[in-house]
């Protein structure tokens, strides 16, 4: 009988150091020589399970399951943060964890908002002191991103935004005041735009029949022209239509964007620049992108509303009009425009 007892405690501490060897193998790195920097986004609201499976996923830890008992075991599994990181396969799940729940040594969690152009990147990094004022601007016309083959291939479109402009992702990036500098961050914005919508949407784009940087420049049209996610395929559809048949698209934001004017008001002379850029004036699509549009407003460029409008305008409340005709359009500006 007592011989029994020792068998069976004897077969459950073998069991009990086996699940310990095992768990530690699953916390080690994936490759530990393996330094590559993988870009990985965690989105909004995404639970542990869900965090663990898109680390397992782009290779930079073991074992899910593992990682989820981690998280747990240190009481961390409600502190995991959203957002873009770069990580390395090299890294410990204890690492990854850390980096995943901690803003240490100099770091701060920097967000792109959805719209922002390389002008406003530039004004906000300044702002937190991570760059001199002018440092993204020049970065992103002079600096080397020739390994992201999906750029277009002419870099002075609109002069300040470069090549570049349009294809930054806006999201929550986490960034260190020790490593920083306008190349690297501006790499990680491109390499979450290549995993966001290069690849992602790669079987759209290819459907679509249009170039990428043809769908980036509308997408950037419509998140600058519309107030609601709900108007954006609509908007697209009205822009997309009228760009087939040969019309002017009017878009002012496009002329807004040339001469450096957000938020202020564009007058008669301003419409009347040559710019290939200034919409009232010249057919088709601008040159480039006006801004780094949202995966929404990318959505709608790629599946745009079919309607039988060609015409919108917003009120002084923000809500969008529509009109089949211009003379519908006309009374619209009259009823809802000051």
Request: glycine letters at 6%; charged letters at 20%; a neutral charge.
């Amino acid at each position: 009988m007592i011989k029994r007892i020792f068998i069976v405690i004897g077969i459950v501490l073998v069991l009990w150091l086996g699940n310990i060897m095992l768990q530690r193998n699953a916390l080690k790195p994936v490759d530990a020589l393996n330094t590559k920097t993988v870009v990985v986004t965690i989105p909004d609201g995404a639970s542990v399970k869900m965090i663990a499976g898109i680390l397992q996923a782009d290779g930079v830890i073991r074992s899910a399951s593992a990682f989820r008992r981690l998280a747990t075991h240190e009481q961390l599994t409600g502190k995991l943060l959203a957002g873009t990181f770069l990580l390395q396969p090299s890294m410990t799940a204890q690492e990854v964890l850390k980096a995943l729940t901690a803003v240490e040594g100099g770091q701060q969690s920097v967000t792109i908002p959805e719209g922002y152009t390389v002008k406003n990147i530039d004004a906000l990094l300044a702002e937190k002191g991570f760059t001199q004022s002018g440092d993204i601007e020049r970065c992103a016309r002079t600096c080397d991103f020739s390994a992201f083959t999906f750029l277009p291939q002419q870099n002075n479109l609109a002069g300040r935004g470069g090549k570049v402009e349009g294809y930054l992702f806006p999201d929550t990036y986490f960034v260190s005041s020790a490593d920083f500098t306008p190349e690297s961050f501006l790499q990680r914005l491109l390499s979450t735009f290549q995993k966001k919508v290069v690849e992602a949407k790669s079987t759209d784009i290819r459907s679509s029949g249009k170039s990428l940087h043809d769908i980036m420049t509308m997408a950037s049209l419509v998140e600058e022209e519309t107030r609601a996610k709900s108007e954006r395929p609509v908007v697209a559809g009205i822009l997309w239509k009228r760009l087939r048949e040969g019309m002017r698209l009017d878009v002012d934001a496009a002329v807004r964007y040339f001469l450096e004017k957000p938020g202020s008001d564009i007058t008669r002379a301003d419409l009347e620049t040559d710019s290939p850029y200034n919409l009232r004036k010249t057919k088709g699509l601008p040159p480039g992108p006006i801004a780094n549009p949202s995966l929404a407003s990318v959505n709608a460029a790629l599946h745009p509303e079919e309607s039988s409008y060609y015409y919108y305008l917003h009120d002084a409340n923000g809500n969008v009009h529509y009109a089949a005709t211009n003379d519908e359009h006309n009374a619209n500006r009259a009823k809802y425009l000051p």
